[in-house]
């Protein structure tokens, strides 16, 4: 096969990605497979309203070879080419779940069993891997992304090995395997001369080193949060956020343990399936899971120490505001005492007009109210340096 001239990526979207408002969450994604797997007959294929129109792209290549061609639109003439290069190695490459007649044809044309290509279009799936055909894989991986929203969006990728070729799933146009896309087009990758095994292991790793990106998200945001609990001012509905990303660093690792499992169950095959040789690279890829399954249980910890650390703090700060309180009534206590003491109408005559000695005599002193008044201030001096004294004025 000539190699075919690449003028730009064939893989940009023909039109703007999808915006999030329009994925489906998790919790509405359970709450969809519930829905329909009530009473329906297995296999049924449940095409959402909102699914996207699916574009096709083939990439065929060897050690010596190389063509990208989009053929959204045109899947017989895919299926062709597929079928006239068997010598070459291919990656069909569907992305969107928006055309069920296309989706039921490819189902027979490549040999998928209807229970998976639901769990494909269901697009809710655990991470796992099935062997079909006697030396066939289905894999499933979620690809994560910690978006600007601050909140983690994950995405099903879906394999299929065959003799020659991989072919992958996914509901969205963008995905993070463009870096997988340019070692394809590099001469000297060893994609170009190793089986289409390893293509499979290639894309399972780059959904899992896309998972640390995600991790350094969270990490930074993690930081900001801390920092933002000792600021005066705090952001508004600060523990809503705590909350809401330890919710999502749980759900994180929940995407993480079955990668992990996947790729112990995968080492696990008959090298007559997995390859020795393909093995090595999965083991690699093993750690890989190991690592950012310590990094999620350790950022699940971080989070419930800043859940911890700003209820504390919050304690603190109503502490501080309860002293300040207390000082000025305690400052206030004896004045209205005294104040109080002088404002019983004890009158200095009697009704006879004679002199009541012990009726407050200090009440016709000339210069009673400036000793009064200096009285007042002598007890509010006096308390401020105990206050002082002891400590209770210095801001913690």
Request: glycine share 4%.
């Amino acid at each position: 096969m000539t190699p075919a001239p690449i003028q730009a990526d064939p893989f940009a979207a023909a039109e703007p990605p999808t915006p999030d408002n329009g994925r489906l969450t998790e919790r509405n994604a359970q709450r969809q497979a519930r829905q329909q797997t009530v009473g329906q007959r297995p296999g049924t294929l449940n095409i959402r309203a909102d699914a996207l129109t699916p574009r096709l792209f083939l990439v065929s290549y060897d050690e010596n070879n190389h063509a990208e061609t989009d053929y959204t639109g045109r899947y017989p003439e895919l299926l062709a080419a597929l079928q006239a290069a068997p010598q070459l190695k291919h990656w069909v490459d569907v992305r969107g779940y928006g055309d069920q007649p296309l989706l039921e044809q490819m189902m027979q044309d490549f040999g998928i069993h209807p229970l998976q290509m639901e769990d494909v279009v269901g697009d809710f799936q655990r991470a796992k891997v099935e062997v079909f055909d006697e030396n066939r894989l289905f894999l499933v991986s979620r690809m994560t992304e910690f978006t600007p929203a601050l909140e983690i969006d994950d995405d099903q990728l879906s394999l299929f090995t065959g003799p020659n070729y991989v072919l992958s799933f996914q509901d969205d146009y963008d995905d993070c395997l463009g870096a997988l896309r340019t070692r394809i087009r590099t001469n000297f990758s060893q994609l170009r001369r190793l089986p289409s095994a390893y293509l499979a292991y290639a894309l399972t790793d780059v959904v899992l080193d896309h998972y640390y990106p995600t991790m350094a998200a969270i990490g930074d945001h993690i930081d900001d949060l801390e920092e933002a609990i000792f600021q005066s001012q705090r952001p508004p509905r600060l523990l809503s956020q705590i909350l809401r990303l330890k919710k999502d660093v749980v759900r994180f690792r929940r995407l993480v343990y079955p990668e992990r499992d996947k790729i112990a169950e995968i080492l696990r095959l008959p090298d007559e399936i997995v390859p020795e040789n393909i093995k090595v690279y999965y083991r690699d890829c093993y750690d890989h899971a190991i690592q950012a399954l310590d990094l999620a249980e350790s950022y699940r910890d971080n989070i419930s120490s800043l859940t911890d650390l700003f209820l504390s703090d919050q304690s603190n700060r109503m502490n501080e505001v309860m002293k300040v309180l207390t000082i000025i009534s305690s400052i206030f206590i004896p004045l209205s005492f005294v104040v109080g003491l002088y404002g019983m109408n004890f009158q200095r005559e009697g009704p006879h007009g004679e002199v009541m000695p012990l009726n407050m005599p200090e009440l016709y002193q000339p210069h009673g109210y400036v000793v009064l008044v200096g009285v007042l201030v002598a007890i509010v001096v006096g308390q401020m340096v105990y206050f002082y004294r002891k400590g209770w004025l210095n801001s913690q």
